[in-house]
C-alpha cells in the first residue's frame, strides 16, 4: 500500500532545444493514453503535448507512478530513458499544482504572457476528462489552473502588447483605426516580412488588402496567396490617397515614398489619418513625412523597440505573477492535501471520477 | 435618516462617488491594469442618483430648474455631461471615457462645494415661472455637459495623438481609445451640443423678442459668442476645414471659454427685474 501523491513530469524548451523537443512530441498520443489508463497504481492522469512541452500530470502511488508514466512515455516515444532522465523535470505535491498555473499563465511560455497556451491546456484538460482519467483531485487542479490564469492575465500587465514586430504594426493600426474592417492596406514589397506583416493585418480583421511589388510576377504570386488585389508599383504615389495603412518592405536602395507624395496625398484626405510602417532597411519612406499633420510614420526600428518594451513590460510582471500564483497554489494545496493523505492506493484499484463512481480505465 | 439630509449632503455623497470612480480608476492605471468599467459606470451612476436628489431638492425649493447661483450651474453643468454619459457613454466601450468622466464629475461637484461663497446666496424664482425661459436655461446648461465631454474626449484625443506621434503607445496610452473613435465621438458630441444650444437660444429668443430688456447686453453677447463659435467649428469640421489635433484644441479652448462665460451670464442676469434673493442654508 503506496500513499497517493499529485506529480508532473515532463520536458520543455527550458531543459531541451529545439532539436531534442522535435523528438519529445508525441507522435502516437492516443497509445499512450491507453497504457497509461492500464498502468496500475495510477489514479488519475492528463497529457500536455505542445511543441514546446510534454507534461504529465497524475494521481498516483508516490515515486512509483511517475516513474512508471515516464518508461510507459519513452517506450511509447522510442525515446532514449537515459537521455530523459537528464532533461526532464519532476515536481510533486503543491509544486506540481503551482507549475500548471504557472503554464496555463504563460508565465512559463517560451514567449512569456502568450495566449495560446491556455486553449492548449484546456485541450489536454478536456480531452482527459472526456477519457475519463481524471478525478477529484485533478479536475479541482485544472479548474484553478484556468481561474488563476484568468485572474493574472486580467490583473497584470503578462500579457499586454505585442511582441512581435508584425503584431505591432497592427497593433499600431489598431491605435489609429480601431476595427481594421474598414481600413484599407496597401504592401509595397514582396518580400517576406512584408508578407507575414500582410497576413498579420489580414488575420485581425483587414479585408481590403493590396500588393504592390517591383517584380509584377513576384506581386501577382504573393497577392494570391493573400487573396489581395494587385497595384502596379508605378502608380504608388497617384493612388496613395486611397490607403489608410501602407507596409513598405522592399529592397529598394533609396525612399520610395516622398514627403511630396505624401502630402499630395494627404491633401486628397485630410480627415482620415495615414499609417505608414516602413520596414524596409534602407528605409523606403522620406522621414520628413513624420511631421505631416494625421501621418504616423513607424520604422523597422521604432517597431522593433516598442515589442522590446512590450516584452521587458510582461517581464517585470512576472515576479507579480509567481505571487499571485503562488498563493492560490498554497489554497488549493490546503484543500486537496486531505484528500491524497486519506486515499491510499493498493495496486490495481480502479481510478474513480469525482463523484466517487468507478470510471473505466 | 435620509429625509433629514439636506440637498448639499446629498451632492456631497454625490461628489464622494465621483470621487470613488475616479480613484477606483487611478488605481488601476497606476497598477498597470485595466480600468474597471463595471465598477467606475457604478460608481458614476449611485453619484448621479445621489446628485439627482440634491439637485431635485434644490429645484423644489427654488420652485424652478436649480440655476440660480455659481454652484448651481456647476452642479447642473456636471450632472448634464454624467447624464449624457450614462446614456451613450457605453457605446463608446472605453472604459477610459468613463474614468475621464468621473474626473469631469468628481472636479465640478467639489470645486463647487469647496468654495461657500458660490452658494452663499441664490436666485429663487428666477424664471418668473415662465417655463418657456426655464426650458431655455436648462437646455443651455445641458449643452454646456454635452460641451464639457466634448472637451474631455478632446483630451483623450490629444493624449492618443501624442502617443502615437511620439511612439510610446505601451503602458498607460495603451488603454486610450483609438484616434477615429475619438474623432467620430468628437464629431457626434459637437453635433449633439450645437443642436441643443441652439434650441435653447430658439426659446430664450422668443421671450428675449417680447421685451429685449430683460437679458443684459453682456449675457447677449457672450451667449451668441458661444454659439457662434461652437457652430464655426462644427460647420469647419464638416467642411474638412478644422481637423484632427486643431479640432481638438479648439474644442478644449471653446469649452474654457463657455465656463468663463457663465460668470458674464451670472452677472447680468435679469438686469431689469432683481431676482428674489434667498441666504442659502449652511
Known amino acids: 500500500m503506496s500513499e497517493l501523491c499529485l506529480f508532473v513530469i515532463g520536458a520543455s524548451h527550458h531543459q531541451a532545444p529545439l532539436e531534442v523537443r522535435e523528438r519529445l512530441a508525441l507522435v502516437s498520443e492516443e497509445a499512450l493514453r491507453a497504457d497509461l489508463a492500464a498502468m496500475p497504481g495510477l489514479r488519475e492522469f492528463a497529457v500536455l503535448n505542445t511543441c514546446n512541452r510534454v507534461e504529465f500530470y497524475g494521481v498516483g502511488a508516490e515515486g512509483e507512478a511517475p516513474a512508471s508514466v515516464q518508461a510507459a512515455y519513452c517506450a511509447r516515444q522510442r525515446f532514449d530513458a537515459a537521455e530523459f532522465e537528464r532533461i526532464r523535470f519532476r515536481l510533486t505535491g ?83 483605426f480601431g476595427s481594421l474592417a474598414g481600413a484599407r492596406v496597401l504592401v509595397l514589397g514582396t518580400g517576406e516580412i512584408g508578407e507575414g506583416t500582410a497576413r498579420a493585418f489580414r488575420s485581425r480583421g483587414a479585408a481590403d488588402l493590396a500588393i504592390a511589388g517591383r517584380r509584377a510576377e513576384r506581386a501577382a504570386v504573393v497577392a494570391s496567396g493573400l487573396g489581395a488585389g494587385i497595384m502596379r508599383f508605378e502608380e504608388r504615389d497617384s493612388r496613395l490617397a486611397d490607403y489608410d495603412i501602407v ?71 512576472v515576479g507579480r505573477c509567481k505571487a499571485m500564483l503562488a498563493l492560490r497554489a498554497d489554497g488549493l494545496w490546503t484543500q486537496v492535501k486531505p484528500h491524497l493523505s486519506a486515499a491510499d492506493i493498493v495496486p490495481g484499484t480502479p481510478r474513480r471520477d469525482a463523484a466517487g463512481q468507478a470510471a473505466s480505465p | 435618516m435620509f429625509a433629514d439630509l439636506t440637498d448639499r449632503q446629498w451632492l456631497w455623497g454625490a461628489a464622494g462617488f465621483y470621487l470613488v470612480g475616479l480613484l477606483l480608476g487611478t488605481a488601476s492605471l497606476l497598477r498597470g491594469g485595466r480600468t474597471s468599467g463595471a465598477a467606475i459606470y457604478g460608481a458614476i451612476l449611485a453619484g448621479y442618483l445621489l446628485q439627482f436628489i440634491g439637485l431635485g431638492l434644490r429645484g423644489h425649493a427654488a420652485g424652478g430648474c436649480p440655476l440660480g447661483n455659481r454652484f448651481e450651474i456647476f452642479q447642473f453643468t456636471a450632472w448634464s455631461a454624467i447624464t449624457l454619459y450614462l446614456v451613450v457613454g457605453v457605446t463608446f466601450r472605453s472604459s477610459v471615457l468613463g474614468y475621464f468622466t468621473s474626473c469631469l464629475g468628481a472636479v465640478l461637484t467639489v470645486l463647487s462645494l469647496s468654495i461657500p461663497s458660490w452658494d452663499a446666496v441664490r436666485r429663487t424664482h428666477i424664471f418668473g415661472g415662465n417655463r418657456w425661459i426655464e426650458l431655455h436655461a436648462a437646455l443651455a446648461m445641458f449643452s454646456y455637459g454635452v460641451f464639457g465631454l466634448l472637451a474631455l474626449a478632446s483630451a483623450l484625443f490629444l493624449l492618443r495623438h501624442f502617443s502615437l506621434k511620439s511612439k510610446r503607445v505601451g503602458g498607460w496610452f495603451s488603454f486610450l481609445p483609438s484616434i477615429m473613435d475619438l474623432d467620430h465621438i468628437e464629431v457626434r458630441l459637437l453635433g449633439a451640443g450645437v443642436a441643443i444650444l441652439t434650441a435653447a437660444l430658439a426659446f430664450g429668443s422668443v421671450y428675449w423678442s417680447r421685451d429685449t430688456a430683460t437679458v443684459g447686453h453682456v449675457k447677449l453677447a457672450a451667449t451668441v459668442a458661444v454659439w457662434a463659435a461652437y457652430c464655426a467649428a462644427f460647420g469647419l469640421r464638416i467642411a474638412g476645414r478644422l481637423l484632427a489635433r486643431r479640432f481638438a484644441w479648439t474644442c478644449l479652448a471653446l469649452f474654457a471659454a463657455a465656463l468663463l462665460s457663465l460668470q458674464a451670464v451670472d452677472a447680468s442676469r435679469h438686469p431689469g427685474a432683481p431676482p428674489v434673493l434667498e441666504r442659502s442654508p449652511p
Open chain 1, 94 to 176: 503543491r509544486d506540481a499544482a503551482l507549475h500548471l498555473f504557472e503554464v496555463a499563465s504563460g508565465i512559463d511560455s517560451q514567449l512569456l504572457g502568450e495566449n495560446e497556451i491556455f486553449g492548449q491546456v484546456k485541450e489536454a484538460y478536456d480531452a482527459a476528462r472526456s477519457l475519463g482519467s481524471t478525478g477529484a483531485v485533478l479536475n479541482r487542479v485544472f479548474q484553478r489552473a484556468f481561474q488563476a490564469a484568468k485572474h493574472v492575465r486580467t490583473h497584470t500587465g503578462i500579457s499586454s502588447g505585442r511582441v512581435s514586430v508584425a503584431n505591432v504594426a497592427v497593433e499600431l493600426a489598431c491605435n489609429i
Open chain 1, 247 to 317: 507596409v513598405c518592405s522592399t529592397s529598394a536602395p533609396g525612399a520610395v515614398l516622398g514627403t511630396a507624395a505624401i502630402a499630395a496625398a494627404m491633401r486628397r484626405r485630410p480627415a482620415r489619418p495615414l499609417l505608414l510602417i516602413d520596414m524596409a532597411v534602407p528605409r523606403d519612406v522620406e522621414s520628413s513625412a513624420a511631421d505631416l499633420q494625421n501621418v504616423f510614420l513607424y520604422n523597422l526600428e521604432d517597431l522593433a523597440r516598442i515589442a522590446d518594451e512590450n516584452r521587458s513590460a510582461r517581464e517585470a510582471e
